[in-house]
């Protein structure tokens, strides 16, 4: 749902289960994404990017798929861990130009142990 | 730790004070970017530099925010005159360009208290 103020969209996930985090993006013209975590009181930390000629792209327990007729967006987290527990931006950018990121409605991640 | 670091990760201000953030970027990554994150929020856009030239500011940048980037390492965000409206967590992000995907990398980011 949409986020107002501290009203973060949530995921409540048991720990061992995958998770899926959506994003939907703006800019038709955007042909880079970057998901990033964020725990509380510090900076986002890269998790995974992927450009606009790919549909699906792999790390280490995480997987990004990317579909560009809808201009959406999703992380999934293989076995999610209590450690996974922050909030999660996607954010979008085009390459060649000043690349400056525009960061969609974050998601909290709540792992239950 | 080589990664982007931020001076100070927290100030507390009286309204009308000036405040300077620093920071210093991966090394030898040219882009330096600015950024205001305030709470339930994602990071806006604040300003860009290329090396030493500041290449664009956001309109969220009114003229008591100023950015420099002299020698085209450290940036240094100074507030004037500031405003409660001004407290939130000002972060500085850094990447190298290149065509294949500019991997962009945040700082710890440095809190604003304006009281």
């Known amino acids: 749902g949409e986020s107002v103020g501290l009203h973060l969209p949530t995921l409540s996930v048991q720990e061992g289960d995958n998770s899926i985090i959506n994003c939907a993006y703006s800019n038709s013209a955007s042909d880079y994404f970057i998901w990033y975590k964020q725990e509380s009181g510090k900076g986002p930390q890269f998790i995974i990017d992927?450009?606009?000629?790919?549909d699906k792209r792999q790390g280490q327990r995480v997987t990004v798929l990317l579909n560009k007729t809808v201009k959406h967006l999703s992380l999934q987290i293989a076995a999610t861990q209590p450690g996974d527990s922050a909030v999660y931006f996607c954010?979008?950018?085009?390459?060649?130009?000043?690349?400056?990121?525009?960061f969609g409605t974050g998601t909290l991640l709540a792992v239950q142990p | 730790d080589t990664g982007v670091s931020q001076d100070p990760r927290h100030k507390i201000t009286k309204r009308g004070q000036n405040v300077t953030f620093r920071c210093d970027p991966i090394s030898e990554h040219n882009r330096l970017y600015w950024y205001r994150q305030t709470l339930g929020q994602g990071p806006e856009f604040l300003t860009y530099?290329?090396?030493?030239?500041?290449?664009?500011k956001s309109r969220l940048l009114s003229d008591r925010f100023s950015a420099e980037r002299p020698k085209g390492s450290f940036s240094t965000l100074e507030i004037q005159r500031t405003e409660q409206g001004d407290s939130a967590m000002y972060l500085c992000?850094?990447?190298?360009?290149?065509?294949?995907?500019?991997?962009?990398?945040f700082g710890e980011g440095s809190w604003l208290t304006v009281v």
């Open positions: 992000a850094s990447s190298l360009a290149q065509f294949s995907g500019n991997t962009i990398y």
């Open positions: 530099f290329q090396n030493e030239a500041q290449l664009e």
């Open positions: 954010a979008e950018t085009e390459l060649g130009a000043t690349n400056k990121l525009i």
């Open positions: 992927i450009r606009s000629n790919m």
